[in-house]
């Protein structure tokens, strides 16, 4: 079937611009993640949902990012005024639920670059 | 999350068995071993996890010692397409703040070579 897709492959954005990162996860995962790997860097985890509840934003790193999930399957990351350190590739994955033990599946991500 | 460690790369020949090790000498008893990969401009792909005994799937095995401070990532035959950066996490599997959330540290670069 099909597997985790993100939307576009590659973004490059003016220093200051907003921008949106679709992911679609695979359909019936419950769970999804976003994370982001910057250059020589390991990912990090910026935010999850699971199902109905509450996201756990922990890992946003400013108020300039926000992240939602409508009717429980697409979720979109926004990054409002984006800075250079915004760049990166951000990953999505999507698992059946939110135990570990759940293989976490991911998309090809979405470089960002900010000029 | 307990710390991992792991070597920053290894070489291992074709056709022969990849042993990939991982020190996480401060792993509490509800922590579990994962392991992904993450092949050039790919996103990460889950290979094989484990709590206590040894794991065995048919992408790999997951040796873990009885104290559960280090285990080993065995690729039984490599290939060349096993050329990927080798991430060893520790992650509680339930319950907590970190549950679902994956700590990538910087793993080990695999290079297969013919």
């Known amino acids: 079937g099909a597997g985790v897709s993100q939307s576009p492959s590659n973004k490059v954005t003016e220093k200051g611009k907003d921008v949106e990162l679709r992911c679609d996860p695979i359909s019936g995962h419950t769970a999804l993640y976003w994370y982001r790997q910057s250059l020589g860097q390991g990912l990090e985890f910026l935010i999850y949902f699971q199902g109905n509840s509450a996201p756990d934003k922990s890992g946003l790193p400013s108020d300039r990012f926000s992240a939602e999930r409508t009717g429980g399957s697409v979720s979109t990351l926004t990054i409002q005024r984006t800075q250079q350190e915004d760049s990166a590739v951000y990953l999505c994955?999507?698992?059946?639920?939110?135990?570990?033990?759940?293989?976490?599946?991911f998309g090809p991500g979405t470089r960002l670059t900010v000029t | 999350d307990a710390k991992t460690t792991q070597p920053p790369s290894m070489d291992c020949a074709e056709g022969r068995a990849a042993n990939l090790p991982c020190n996480h000498s401060t792993i509490s008893g509800n922590e579990y071993v994962y392991w992904y990969r993450q092949i050039h401009s790919q996103g990460p792909q889950y290979i094989i996890h484990g709590l206590k005994n040894n794991e065995t799937n048919e992408m790999a095995s997951l040796i873990i010692t009885e104290d559960r401070k280090s285990s080993t990532l065995i690729l039984p035959h490599a290939t060349l397409r096993d050329t990927a950066v080798y991430y060893c996490?520790?992650?509680?599997?339930?319950?907590?703040?970190?549950?679902?959330?994956?700590?990538f540290g910087q793993g080990t670069i695999l290079t297969v070579h013919p």
């Open positions: 994955a999507s698992s059946l639920g939110l135990l570990s033990s759940y293989e976490q599946y």
């Open positions: 996490i520790v992650s509680l599997n339930a319950g907590g703040t970190s549950y679902g959330k994956l700590t």
